[in-house]
Nanobody, 119 residues
Framework: QVQLVESGGGLVQAGGSLRLSCVASGSIFRTNVMGWYRQAPGKQRDLVAVISGDRTNYADSVKGRFTISRANAMNTVFLQMNSLKPEDTAVYYC??????????????WGQGTQVTVSS
């Protein structure tokens, strides 16, 4: 079983910055992909950014403002969010996919962290 714990959310004014962190733990053999998704009230959960090896992919709405990075040895992923806008307000979820020590696949989610950007 793999658990993800997020931290770093909060309230910030428009134009400000926040840094989210997510640590994966448990029966992990290898984590292949880690990423961040977000869900605003009444909307579906959407991709924000993912990282696999040295490749990254971002939603168009956050390109140039958000940066995803990893600390592989610690199964940790970060999301640096700059120039935040009120429309970035959402619950942000961490996701990790990979292989357990039992050689089974895992696809795990964190509990979510609230990010609120005031105008």
């Amino acid at each position: 079983q793999v658990q993800l714990v997020e931290s770093g959310g909060g309230l910030v004014q428009a134009g400000g910055s926040l840094r989210l962190s997510c640590v994966a733990s448990g029966s992990i053999f290898r984590t292949n992909v880690m990423g961040w998704y977000r869900q605003a009230p009444g909307k579906q959960r959407d991709l924000v950014a993912v990282i696999s090896g040295d490749r990254t992919n971002y939603a168009d709405s956050v390109k140039g403002r958000f940066t995803i990075s990893r600390a592989n040895a610690m199964n940790t992923v970060f999301l640096q969010m700059n120039s935040l806008k009120p429309e970035d307000t959402a619950v942000y979820y961490c996701n990790a996919r990979g292989i357990t020590v039992l050689t089974t696949d895992f696809n795990s989610w964190g509990q979510g962290t609230q990010v609120t950007v005031s105008s």
